[in-house]
């Protein structure tokens, strides 16, 4: 790991204002307006379609006359298709607004850690540092040094009682 990474990562324990500012900001601002909006509007569009479906299934039913019922069939089936899309869209949707707040609740538990280790950053060696990286799934995608991101998934779950057990790194 480049020292200017793990530099990063320890000045955001050092001076945990800007990551705190940041938290608070996506916090305040709440879920992204964009899927909220689209969300709304998919679901309204799947109930007038599903609305559609059921109009179309009872003429279906009640339909006497032979030569009405492969269009009917053909609106059905379409219609049937239009809904499955719209419940896969819903659903796609409810779960990007999810992983916004499984993200917060990550951003939670990485500023306990961060907390909790705060006392061991200076003192961890190479292998400890990556460890404690390579706990978070933190991957660093660099093209320079001023290029760069980090990414990552923080476990929900966390054990503190053995931060800076050195036996307790992965070997």
């Known amino acids: 790991m480049e020292a200017w990474v793990w530099e990063f990562i320890t000045d955001a324990r050092r ?25 709304e509007s998919t679901r309204h569009t799947l109930i007038k379609a599903s609305a559609r479906q059921r109009r179309l299934l009872t003429l279906f039913g009640e339909t006497e006359d032979e030569t009405l019922l492969p269009m009917v069939k053909r609106d059905l089936d379409a219609a049937g298709k239009i809904v499955a899309s719209l419940t896969s869209n819903v659903a796609e949707l409810e779960g990007q607004l999810e992983d916004a707040r499984h993200q917060a609740v990550q951003l ?64």
């Open 15 to 39: 001076n945990p204002t800007r990551l705190l500012r940041q938290w608070e900001k996506e916090r305040e601002a709440g879920p992204d307006p964009h899927i909220t909006a689209a969300l």
């Open 108 to 171: 939670d538990t990485l500023r306990a850690y961060i907390l909790a280790v705060e006392t061991d950053l200076d003192a961890m060696d190479f292998p400890r540092r990556r460890a404690a990286v390579e706990a978070f799934g933190i991957r660093v995608v660099a093209q320079g040094r001023d290029d760069w991101r980090l990414e990552g998934n923080i476990p929900i779950m966390l054990d503190f009682r053995n931060v800076g057990d050195a036996s307790q790194s992965p070997s």
